[in-house]
């Protein structure tokens, strides 16, 4: 069992920035691949970066990509996410997932665990 804890949303500017934090405790937090996911409202959640489980490796669609930065401290137990340049766009709840898969994947319904959320609202 992995127990995750999301902080660092808020109210931004369009263009400001914001970094997410993602605190996990449980299970060995190297073992899992990560992930950030966010849902708008009236809207499907869906991915939105992830990391491997040294860090080595990043995922991200172009609709984050030169904006957001994922990264992990593994002795720390956290993970990451810096959004620069933001966007009305990027208003969602943002969720953090882990991923004990072999293989990482970009389906939320492929995560077997799930912080809380923590809202990000860009305002024009």
């Known amino acids: 069992q992995v127990q995750l804890v999301e902080s660092g949303g808020g109210l931004v500017q369009v263009g400001g920035s914001l970094r997410l934090s993602c605190a996990a405790s449980?299970?060995?937090?190297?073992?899992?691949?990560m992930g950030w996911f966010r849902q708008a409202p009236g809207k499907e959640r869906k991915f939105a970066l992830g990391?491997?489980?040294?860090?080595?490796?990043?995922y991200y669609p172009d609709s984050v990509k030169g904006r957001f930065t994922i990264s992990r401290d593994n002795a720390a137990n956290t993970v990451y996410l810096q959004m620069n340049s933001l966007k009305p766009e990027d208003t969602a709840v943002y969720y953090c997932?882990?991923?004990?898969?072999?293989?990482?994947?970009?389906?939320?319904?492929?995560?077997?665990?799930w912080g809380q959320g923590t809202q990000v609202t860009v305002s024009s």
């Open positions: 449980g299970r060995t937090f190297s073992s899992y691949h």
């Open positions: 997932a882990a991923d004990r898969s072999v293989v990482p994947t970009t389906d939320p319904s492929r995560y077997d665990y």
């Open positions: 990391i491997s489980r040294s860090g080595g490796g990043t």
